[in-house]
């Protein structure tokens, strides 16, 4: 399994980006794909995720601002970035879960200058 991950850059305060990740080979169909976040010298936190199965989930930090979508028939989600804030800066990681397996993504550094 490979996850290939796109999008990520700076930008300003206010702005919008779009990331995208697609996930490559054979894996049980009942799954989630997610993007996480770390911010420097933080954890590493879930920003949003959506099952296989069409469920949607954010973190409260980003809810009304950030929207993932999920193409099934690809495998592959995209995370839309509106109203970005300076505290939303940090490293972005595609994660996919299958049963007890977690597959990451290389991360993708997104900056939002104030």
């Known amino acids: 399994v490979q996850l290939q991950a796109s999008g990520g850059g700076l930008v300003q305060a206010g702005g919008s980006l779009r990331l995208s990740c697609a996930a490559h080979?054979?894996?049980?169909?009942?799954?989630?794909l997610s993007w996480y976040r770390q911010a420097p010298g933080k954890q590493r936190e879930l920003v949003a995720a959506?099952?296989?199965?069409?469920?949607?989930d954010y973190a409260d930090s980003v809810k009304g601002r950030f929207t993932l979508s999920r193409d099934k028939g690809k495998n592959t989600v995209y995370l839309q970035m509106d109203s970005l804030k300076p505290e939303d800066t940090g490293v972005y990681f595609c994660?996919?879960?299958?049963?007890?397996?977690?597959?990451w993504g290389q991360g993708t550094l997104v900056t939002v200058s104030s």
């Open positions: 994660n996919l879960r299958v049963t007890r397996n977690s597959y």
């Open positions: 080979g054979t894996f049980f169909r009942i799954n989630t």
């Open positions: 959506a099952t296989s199965g069409g469920t949607t």
